[in-house]
């Protein structure tokens, strides 16, 4: 987690933080799962479902996410 920035942070952001914070260490809880799809910007066919967990560089060294999740972004066909 970053710093942070007490100028811009709603109150309660450090508490609720501290917490989160917790709960992730224990592995009950994953940044990267929830009811999405994800779906690859350049291959419209290869998508990814996030209904169970994904583990960052399972398959590379680096962290990356390539796919756009749908239900924030709708990928436009030209």
């Known amino acids: 987690m970053l710093e942070i920035n007490y100028h811009t942070a ?3 952001t450090k508490e609720r ?9 224990t592995g009950n ?3 990267f799962s929830g009811p999405y799809r994800g779906t ?7 998508t990814i479902s996030l209904t169970k ?11 990356s996410f390539h796919y756009v999740l ?3 972004i709708k990928i ?3």
């Open 29 to 31: 809880i994953h940044v």
């Open 17 to 25: 933080l501290e917490q989160l914070t917790e709960v992730f260490s």
């Open 70 to 72: 749908d239900d924030v």
């Open 10 to 12: 709603a109150k309660g």
């Open 40 to 46: 690859d910007p350049d291959n419209a066919l290869d």
């Open 53 to 63: 967990k994904y583990v960052e560089c399972k398959d590379q060294s680096a962290p």
């Open 76 to 78: 436009r066909k030209p």
